[in-house]
DNA sequence: CGGCCTTTTGACAGGCTTCAAACTGGGTGG
DNA sequence: CCACCCAGTTTGAAGCCTGTCAAAAGGCCG
């Protein structure tokens, strides 16, 4: 699927640019690229995908009640969601890595439902929904690539919220998020042990419904026992079994 | 979208009778009513759905390791979901009610990821993905319904659980589950205000990972305060407006 | 009507939150 | 380039919430 049109692109790019990093991920998610080889022939093309997109840290990719329009990549950097109580008191909904998709929760909504704020400057590119819609109503292959790409979300926030909601100590909640964290990094070529929490522990105890103060608490923990190894916001996990088990055992340990 | 063919299939029934609750609800979700009035002109109509398949409290609908094969429309009756933890310990993922998809985690993996369980008798329809798919290749309608059903599927999960995730007290987790189960009730047109608990008080527990006995308290509690009342799982909410505050404030209340 | 599972209620221990204070690190301006 | 500054982080102490263990009461099904 892979044309020189996409090449062109991202020419002059080297592996820490992020716009090049910015194709080999949605090489990777095989979105970017069907975007920009798919309908060639038509002088619309390019309408399909808005590219790399910078985005500073603290902007808005989007804010709730935005209208939806295009589904989110992020190229480079690291986006977290979150959404507004009637009180004033925010609900973190989710961090948001290179090569992932922000925003489907509001393909039928049409309307975001949260606001997005980039915790690090960030790429993204926007693919424009109704285009690639439109797309699938002559493209076999589009079809069956959006129903992967709304398959892989749905069974992403079952495998991944799920055991969160469930987890009976807040050891269990942090050991199994740094877990899908690792795994969503090894998904993306990164490394699967070493990497950047670009969130602070605030935002991390408000997704996992803990004090900032334990998630604090708890990484000290973690560091004395060995499974990890921690320098400011760079995390590598060195106990990966163990960090398993307390993932999902009983608190008793 | 309603045909003859459609009511036909449904003959005889009557309200209590769930083979009748069972296409009023899939007429709610739009589905029922389009597999069948579809691809009528096709010898082959009829095997896109499989319907009002009886299954009794404590059987399968289907099993961990199962091949995904279709979508289940619960009929009447409830469903719960889990998955097994490698220690033995089982972790149940969500509950199903009358009018609700089961199993859309699994359509790209080609497997089913958890076990399904009917929590009381329980009649479900299949609608046989592959033939969905086939037919989205043909109808505009069909494709249009498809991404609907996998967009609601992500939107509901992105906000009726993350809250649950973030919930930092008992109370908020418990109180804004009874919430989202009423609302889920309201939109398959069943009474907000009143309904059944299929599930246990460790179900319950389990799913939102609490133990039982902290469930049961917290229902006597709310029971005290007169936010509901609880007639062994029949629950009514009297007190809707305080039962939300409990559910988004500090637990300081 | 009897048996069994579920639910309720109590007591206690432990984990988590809150409040408070000291410390660290990244960004800014001189 | 360095010092400063402030947000974020770490660590401590105390109190409340929730889990665990235990026993009694209630409800459902045969």
Redesign the interface.
């Known amino acids: 699927m892979l044309t020189e049109d996409h090449f062109t692109l991202s020419e002059g790019a080297e592996h820490n640019n992020p716009r090049f990093l910015a194709c080999k991920y949605c090489r990777a998610l095989s979105l970017c690229e069907f975007s920009s080889g798919e309908g060639r022939q038509s002088k619309n093309d390019r309408k399909i995908i808005k590219r790399h997109r910078k985005i500073r840290r603290g902007e808005f990719p989007y804010r709730a009640g935005d209208p939806f329009h295009s589904i989110c990549v992020i190229c480079s950097g690291a986006v977290k969601t979150y ?1 507004l ?3 004033g ?1 925010v ?4 961090f948001h890595i290179s090569g992932e998709l922000m925003g ?6 049409k309307q975001h ?1 949260c606001d997005a704020v980039a915790l690090e400057n960030t790429y993204i590119c926007e693919i424009l929904y109704s285009h690639l ?1 439109e797309l ?2 002559e493209s ?1 292959i589009a ?1 069956r690539l ?3 790409i ?6 992403h ?3 991944v ?8 100590s807040a050891t269990q909640k942090l050991a199994a998020y740094l877990l899908s964290l690792s795994q969503r990094f090894e998904r993306r070529g990164l490394s699967t042990d070493e990497f950047r929490l670009s969130m602070s522990r605030g935002d991390l105890g ?6 900032k103060e334990t998630v604090s608490r708890l990484f000290s923990r973690f560091v004395d026992e060995g499974l990890i190894t921690l320098k400011a916001r760079h995390i590598r996990i060195n106990d990966r079994k163990r960090l398993t088990l307390m993932a ?3 608190p008793s340990v």
């Not at 919220?161 to 009976?168: D, F, Q, Y």
Request: aromatic content about 6%; proline content about 2%; hydrophobic content about 40%.
């Open positions: 959404a109580n009637r009180d008191s609900q973190i909904t989710g489907l929760n509001a393909v039928n909504t439902t819609q699938c109503d076999f079809r959006i129903f992967r709304l398959g892989d979300q749905i069974a926030d079952q495998m919220l799920m055991p969160l909601i469930g987890a009976k408000n997704y996992l419904g803990l004090a999902t055992k009983a």
